[in-house]
């Protein structure tokens, strides 16, 4: 029982999560976290523009409380809007910007619109990136075209703390995939050693106790 609930919960969380990220598209939309609480269910969407999503006196956080309790069956729903530090680091973002600006200028300028954002992304501190921008760009027949910089994992422990988002961007010429990975600088590589002097002062006290020891007289 307690199982089947755990899940029920979770298909829930995920439907919510879904349901909001369809109905909050170019307002710069990261992702979104449910907490239960004693009050309710707390959920909270991070964002890069939260004065676009809550609206003008809040209108549109009242109409998203109100369907979503509606919807989901939800007792208490309090929506909180926390803003996101470095949109440049959050993948879903910058791929949200990057289709923003393939409908806005088209495909003829995808290779600009790759590369500058991929500079952004570099310079707000990522250790790496990789954008792929796969479909009729610019010609008529389908290509994939990828862009990268610094370094990205792609196996191991660490690749699941990479950051990575698919977006779509609907143009006349048809529907261009955007794939985004970046690793952020906070991630600890296992590879990144750091050398410490104290181990040779230890070292050093380790030989003098054992030449001190060679020193001393046997005891017969």
């Known amino acids: 029982m307690i199982e089947r609930k755990f899940v029920a919960q979770k298909i829930k969380e995920f439907q919510i999560e879904e349901y909001i990220t369809q109905n909050l598209q170019n307002v710069g939309h990261s992702h979104t976290k449910m907490v239960k609480t004693p009050l309710g269910e707390k959920i909270i969407i991070f964002t890069s523009r939260p004065g676009l999503i809550v609206g003008r006196k809040g209108q ?14 939800l007792e208490n729903p309090q929506i909180e809007i926390s803003e996101v530090e470095i949109p440049s680091l959050d993948a879903k973002i910058v791929g949200e910007k990057i289709v923003d600006a393939l409908e806005k200028f088209g495909s003829e300028k995808f290779k ?91 070292v050093e006290e380790a030989k003098e106790a054992e030449e001190k020891k060679a020193e001393e007289p046997k005891k017969e």
């Not at 590369?115 to 009729?136: F, T």
């Not at 988002?165 to 050693?193: E, F, H, R």
Request: with cysteine; charged share 30%; proline share 4%.
């Open 112 to 202: 600009a619109i790759g590369h500058k954002i991929m500079m952004e992304v570099m310079k707000a501190g990522a250790l790496g990136i990789e954008i792929v921008i796969s479909g009729k760009v610019p010609s008529a027949r389908a290509k994939s075209w990828r862009f990268y910089s610094g370094y990205l994992k792609k196996c191991g422990d660490i690749a699941n703390s990479v950051r990575k988002s698919n977006t779509q961007a609907k143009l006349k010429t048809g529907i261009i995939g955007v794939k985004v990975s970046i690793m952020p600088p906070d991630i600890k590589l296992p590879d990144d050693i750091e050398l410490k002097d104290e181990m040779e002062i230890k």
């Open 60 to 73: 549109n956080i009242k109409q998203l409380t109100k369907t979503l309790k509606k919807r989901f069956s």
